[in-house]
């Protein structure tokens, strides 16, 4: 059974950094991609970043693009989405999510941690 365990939000001043991480386990991951979502109240979800595990590809939503990066260490299987020059509109709760390849839809989730970025 997969677990995914966030940890690293927090409160943080606009145009400041936070590294969020995903612990995964359960499986091995080579044939899986992990997302990172988050979901402001009133808001829908949205992908933010996600990386391919076999391969190290990434995507980004348009509105995180040049600020955050998501990055795999395999030996680990550890999941960190690093996010620099934060807006009070990145504000939500992030998620990371698994996705087995060939599939549309991601089927494990985190619990969640919180990132507050304050103007």
């Known amino acids: 059974q997969v677990q995914l365990v966030e940890s690293g939000g927090g409160l943080v001043q606009a145009g400041g950094s936070l590294r969020l991480s995903c612990a995964a386990s359960?499986?091995?991951?080579?044939?899986?991609?992990i997302g990172w979502f988050r979901q402001a109240p009133g808001k829908e979800r949205e992908l933010v970043a996600a990386?391919?595990?076999?391969?190290?590809?990434?995507t980004y939503a348009d509105s995180v693009k040049g600020r955050f990066t998501i990055s795999r260490d395999n030996p680990k299987n550890l999941v960190s989405l690093q996010m620099n020059s934060l807006k009070p509109e990145d504000t939500a709760t992030y998620y990371c999510?698994?996705?087995?390849?060939?599939?549309?839809?991601?089927?494990?989730w985190g619990q969640g941690t919180q990132v507050t970025v304050s103007s």
């Open positions: 999510a698994t996705r087995l390849l060939g599939e549309s839809e991601f089927s494990s």
């Open positions: 359960g499986r091995t991951f080579i044939n899986y991609a």
């Open positions: 990386i391919r595990w076999s391969t190290g590809s990434t």
